[in-house]
């Protein structure tokens, strides 16, 4: 069982910056995919960036909800059982709690049934 844990959420006005990074227990980290979502009250949880176990640097390998492309980057470093999510020029829409998870296979997928480990979430907050 992989143990996840977030940090790195908070509060900043729109158009700044966050990087967001999900330290992962476990030998296994670096077999699969992971992926970050987000949730805001009353909504489902919904994907935000899924990336292959090999890494960012494959083309096909990475894949982003179309709300956050060309403005989050997904990312990992499986020597440090680490995997992060850098966004940029944020939104007032991009509030929301903040999940990593650890996908069931080594592709990256979009529905969250794909993903078995959880982590406790970190809350992003953007004021206009």
């Known amino acids: 069982q992989v143990q996840l844990v977030e940090s790195g959420g908070g509060s900043v006005q729109a158009g700044g910056s966050l990087r967001l990074s999900c330290a992962a227990s476990?030998?296994?980290?670096?077999?699969?995919?992971m992926g970050w979502f987000r949730q805001t009250p009353g909504k489902e949880r919904e994907f935000v960036a899924g990336?292959?176990?090999?890494?960012?640097?494959?083309?096909?390998?990475?894949n982003y909800a179309d709300s956050v492309k060309g403005r989050f980057t997904i990312s990992r470093d499986n020597a440090k059982n680490t995997v992060y999510l850098q966004m940029n020029s944020l939104k007032p829409e991009d509030t929301a709690v903040y999940y990593c998870?650890?996908?069931?296979?080594?592709?990256?997928?979009?529905?969250?049934?794909?993903?078995?480990?959880w982590g406790q979430g970190t809350q992003v907050t953007v004021s206009s």
């Open positions: 476990g030998r296994t980290f670096s077999n699969y995919a």
């Open positions: 990336i292959s176990w090999r890494g960012e640097g494959w083309r096909g390998d990475t």
């Open positions: 998870a650890k996908a069931r296979t080594s592709w990256p997928s979009v529905p969250s049934s794909s993903y078995d480990s």
